[in-house]
């Protein structure tokens, strides 16, 4: 096990001491009601009693201040309840910097966030990763990381990881496990994943998994290979199944899908156990973390759909502490447990009016500082003019777009559809020029170098100029987004951070990705995240077709085909 949150022996000993009443405790939480995850009760009259980073004593008020000496520190509830402060299981990095997710995280009351490293990996490969893990260091709150499964989309990038010494990272002291591994690749072999999977079960740590749109077969031949968890269940007979088959389920609300209200009927139902259920967001966008809106939402929102407030806290606390083998220390109020907590008012909703963090209030965090090199990720020396122009008459295979994040294959005379374009941004200089219909841009073009997992500038558009002028920002914002039309930037947003992450204040994150948002809606766009249909046309994530630098990619069966279209 990487992470190690066990006490040291002196702190233990003062920590037995203050529980027997021998001496005092540092701080004092009363006047109020304790939140007990482990028999999902309130305690009314009950408080707790800590000493240096640790719970030392809990239980009714009275015992709690006969532990006070002339320098404890007293916490007043005011009548409000004292709860475990959340743990984040798994989300990903959006958009903005990692000082702005550890201080928006901490805001929501999420004293741990778990965060996945896969969109950084791919693009700049272990050495980035390392540089990742380094910043997360210095920063406020408990910040982990998994370290990425690797399934990509590009072949040619799948072989360069390779090369690469990823089993080692594991061994880092803020990694919690192996990231998700997409379910397909997985069962078709990938044999780097296998030995990922192999090199983190030897080591005691979870493997995660990927399982959208997987069947029951695929679901069985999944946990046997050790994958421990599962995100993908959509709908509450989905999460059943999964809890059935053993797998710790994650039931998610957040950027990339809002699931909560089909999986309401799992606890709204009597009669299963949830021990195995745990709350997550899988990553947010800048405005919700703005405001605050991470996992404590979810935790409201489970409330409101019936589920008991300490059962909602549990699954967003404990319960996903347990998943990662850290349930001993963290993600409850329970002595020797790390004393990460925070108020919250009585009257409903989990708005945190104070937090704590190993007892003590956390301190802003600091600017994150990276390797130059990681800010100089987009290349972008010329691009040949056929890669931005229709291919003429004929019929082509082309993607389709049919719900947000989900697309189709199908055919296209050029007519019906936008040039799509992925250029490999590290220098090689490849790219390919596909088809994209249903996406309903009209009139200009988008550039972005945040696509899932890959190294590619994604370029969408229906007018060879403005798909040139849009990469060509891009590349001089060193990444990002930006949305052309006439010639005229419409919008931006800039992404330094292996351009994927914003070095710019969170504020001004929000205000420019509404911005290429809205641009990209004045052009016809209609889905309700254009950023984020747009990102995902390269990931492997989910089991459709999908594009690269050098073809498209069938998921379903891996394979690679290019812009001829045969019928099948």
């Known amino acids: ?38 028999t999902a009760e309130i305690l009314e009259g009950w408080g707790l009693a800590v000493v240096e980073d640790r719970v030392a004593f809990v239980g009714p008020d009275q015992e709690v201040l006969a532990r006070c000496g002339p320098d404890t520190e007293r916490v007043d509830l005011d009548g409000d309840l004292a709860s475990p402060g959340l743990v984040e299981g798994h ?113 005691g ?26 995100h993908e269940g959509i709908a509450a007979e989905e999460v059943r199944l999964r809890l059935r088959l053993g797998l710790r389920t994650m039931a998610r609300h957040g950027a990339t899908r809002q699931d909560l209200a089909a999986i309401a009927p799992v606890w709204q139902a009597q009669g299963l156990d949830w021990s195995r259920l745990e709350f997550v967001t ?102 040949a003019p056929e890669l931005l122009t229709h291919p003429g008459p004929g019929v082509w295979r082309a993607i389709e777009q049919v719900a947000p994040l989900v697309t189709r294959e199908t055919s296209s005379d050029g007519s019906d559809a936008l040039v799509c374009t992925v250029l490999e941004r590290l220098g090689s200089g490849r790219g390919f020029r596909g088809l994209w219909k249903g996406f309903g841009l009209r009139g200009g073009a988008v550039a972005l170098s945040s696509a899932w997992e ?51 204040p969170l504020g001004q994150v929000v205000e420019e990705v509404a911005a290429v948002n809205a641009a990209l809606r004045s052009l016809g766009v209609t889905w309700e995240n254009p950023i984020l249909t747009v990102e995902v046309l390269t990931t492997a994530a989910i089991p459709f077709i999908r594009i690269w630098s050098g073809g498209y990619r069938r998921l379903r069966d891996g394979s690679v085909v290019g812009l001829e279209w045969r019928e099948r």
């Open 1 to 38: 096990m990487s992470i190690d949150l066990r006490p040291r022996p002196e702190t233990a000993a003062r920590v037995a001491r203050v529980a027997q009443g021998l001496e005092p405790a540092d701080v004092v939480v009363s006047g109020g009601a304790l939140v007990d995850v482990f």
């Open 91 to 203: 989300t990903h990095l959006t958009r903005i910097s990692l000082a702005d997710l550890a201080d928006a995280q901490l805001r929501a009351g999420v004293t741990t966030t778990i965060v996945e490293s896969m969109e950084l990996a791919v693009v700049t490969g272990a050495a980035g990763t390392r540089a990742l893990l380094e910043v997360a260091r210095t920063m406020p709150g408990r910040l982990f990381f998994t370290i990425s499964g690797l399934i990509v989309c590009d072949p040619e990038r799948d072989r360069q990881l390779d090369a690469y010494d990823w089993a080692s990272l594991l061994d880092h002291p803020r990694v919690a496990g192996l990231g998700e591994a997409y379910w397909a690749d997985l069962l078709r072999g990938h044999r780097r994943t296998l030995d990922l999977i192999a090199a983190a079960l030897a080591r």
């Open 205 to 230: 740590l979870p493997a995660e998994g990927h399982g959208a749109g997987a069947r029951p077969a695929s679901l069985n031949a999944l946990a046997a290979f050790g994958i421990s968890s599962d």
């Open 282 to 383: 899988d990553g947010l966008e800048p405005e919700a973390m703005a405001t605050a809106d991470s996992l404590n939402r979810v935790v409201e929102q489970a409330v409101e759909l019936g589920m008991p407030l300490p059962a909602a806290i549990r699954s967003a606390s404990h319960n996903v502490a347990e998943h990662f083998g850290l349930g001993r220390w963290l993600g409850g109020l329970g002595p020797g447990m790390l004393a990460d907590l925070v108020v919250i008012p009585r009257g409903g909703g989990f708005r945190p009016r104070l937090v704590l963090v190993g007892g003590r209030r956390p301190a802003p965090a600091p600017a994150a500082t990276y390797p130059d090199w990681m800010l100089d990720t987009v290349h972008l020396d010329g691009i």
């Open 454 to 504: 890959s190294p590619g500038l994604v370029i969408a558009g229906d007018t060879p100029s403005d798909m040139a002028v849009a990469a060509r920002r891009v590349a001089d914002l060193r990444g990002g987004a930006a949305v052309v039309s006439r010639g005229r930037v419409l919008a931006e947003w800039a992404a330094p951070v292996a351009g994927l992450y914003s070095t710019a």
